[in-house]
């Protein structure tokens, strides 16, 4: 072992294995954290793909980083640097010409010297015009002929990548061996796409086209579409090139590459029979757009499309990764272009954000429906645990209210006596008895077997009913609420007591009623996903209107309702259903509100009111409420808003128990 020796490097066989995992359970803290803090649930989830687990490594860095390489492409020269190029080669041949001609002294060196002072200022018409000149200058002819030869040589390296390669030099212009290659090549391939666009099957005929074919294709596409794809990016490219020229600059582009393929039809066919093909394959791709590269470098053809290849890349990259569209996801985004664009490490912070998002489903923290990611049942109990550890940390170390939760449903102390059970039952099984009718009614039979329940078997234990209370919890969601920095304390408040109710006081039946304009039932789901609507209206009046109905659906509850709010009641419901609003309130919204305060008091119910602000007029009118039905008025400060309500909620229920 002493003589070995040992080298280290770079990992290079996928994402990195020494990389910590998230933490998916710390990742759903966070989104519950925003919540509470008054955030919108669906912002929440976003944000914690866009900013990552751990700051600075999720969408937004990765979108900052193609941005910042979009720009730089879109710097990297002029796109008309092939005009220019052909230009300047031109000017170059037609001084060598000059040159030449002056050395000599006869009517043919004057007469071209007539036909060079004519050409015409297009480039491209220039060249065209020269295509049958007698060159006298073997450098000049040399340097006329790279124009062409150089541009149509530029323009099929921009459409296969590995054709100098393939061809180690040739060039198809003067090589009739490579140009027969090239033109193989091009039949091969548009039978290829045209059974492909037909709907055949191409897998024999794409792999013998590889066989044959496949040094021209660096990328080594594994299949059909692969190469499609490879081939439909750049040929989008090209066209797009055309389109970002302005109209001079298209028109001579266009004439001289005309003119490059003009020497061969058959080449100049498949050519654009093949852009025909992929343009139909691959609609969807940018063929006609425009970009507006600038630098100060002349770029070629080929460098031109590419940095127009590049900027299209980086464009779909972004659209990608801004997860905008209705139902995006993670899987959405193309891994390996992310990887090509902006590096294995960026990919790999990709696979890792896809895996944080698939271990939250797996796990069961978030579903994803028509509208994307939302929390789930499961995230939503500990989010609303999380509520009420906020607001009432000192719930759990004492007795406050608490009830021995080992009874399941309303049943209260054992009484030692039991019953058959009935549907709907959720008193416990008295499991001693249950097994004693299974034996007994097998006593009588002489070979009986082992024992086995039926449903007249089944016995439940007698309890003392629990007193239990039928609460609503009615909170403002005016935009008041969110322009005060109320927003997040009040769904902190209702989650709270949400979770309370549910864990500590299944016997309650809860129901969470949100109002603005119009008032609404809302699930624990549907209060973390709540947003602010930019409309005016507090009906306070359609809240209670709700709230009496579910009290009524428990007529065996305590009727309890809390309201929190900011602002006077400003609007009502018609006899229609339609929705009122005025302000200052009118008398009518005042009357129609408290004519259901009134309905609720005759219930015997027990209406508390949390007042959020100074606002004179909804201190008089909760004043009022509260004589005229006798309950309670409080005034916290919005930190406090939790605490207060939750222990309002308790300290009814000790009354009732105690009562």
Known sequence: MAGNRFRYGAWAGGPDPLAPPYDVRAAVDRVGSD??????????????????????????????????????????????GAVTRAQALLDQAVAAERAELARRDDDAARFNETVLDSLPRSTARAVAELAGYDWASDEARATYRQILVGLRQDVLEQRFAGLRDALRGADPAVDPQANRRLKELMRDLNDLLERHARGGDTTDQFAEFMRRHGEFFPEKPGNVDELIDALARRAAAGERLLRSLTPQQRAELAGLMARAFGQDPELAARMGAMTDNLRALRPNLNWDGRAQVRGRDGLGYGEAAGALADVADLDDLLDQLGQEHPGATLDDVDVDAVERSLGRGAADDVRRLRE????????????????????????????????????FGDLTGGRRGQHDLRDAGAAGEITGA????????????????????????????????PVRLSVDDFEVVETERRASAAVALCVDLSFSMVSDGRWGPMKQTALALSHLIATRYPQDALQIIGFGRYALPLSQQELAAVEPEMVQGTNLQHALKLAGRHLRRHPEGEPVILVVTDGEPTAHLEGDG?????????????????????????????????????????????????????????????ADLGRYVISDYLRARRGRRGA
């Open 35 to 80: 919540v509470l803090a008054g955030g919108s649930l669906r912002d929440a989830l976003r944000n914690l793909l866009r900013r990552g687990p751990d700051d600075g490594r999720g969408l937004d860095d990765l979108v900052a980083r193609a941005r910042r390489l979009r720009r730089e492409a879109m710097r990297r020269g002029n796109l008309d």
């Open 578 to 638: 339609e929705a009122v609003f005025h302000w200052p309130p009118l008398g009518e919204t005042i009357r129609a509100t408290i004519a259901e305060v009134d309905q609720l008091t005759r219930y015997g119910t027990t209406l508390n009111l949390f007042m959020l602000g100074e606002d004179e007029g909804l201190r008089r009118f909760v004043d009022a409420v509260a004589r005229r039905s006798g309950g309670r008025v409080f005034t916290p400060d919005v």
């Open 356 to 391: 944080l998002e698939r271990e939250l489903r797996r796990q069961g923290w978030v579903t994803r429906g028509a509208d994307g990611l939302t929390l789930s049942p499961k995230a939503l109990r500990r989010l609303g645990g999380t509520a009420l550890r906020t607001v």
């Open 418 to 449: 039991s019953r058959r059970w009935e549907y709907g039952d959720e008193q416990p099984l008295d499991v001693v008895r249950t097994i004693g009718n299974a034996v007994r009614r097998r006593a009588g039979e002489r070979f009986a077997p």
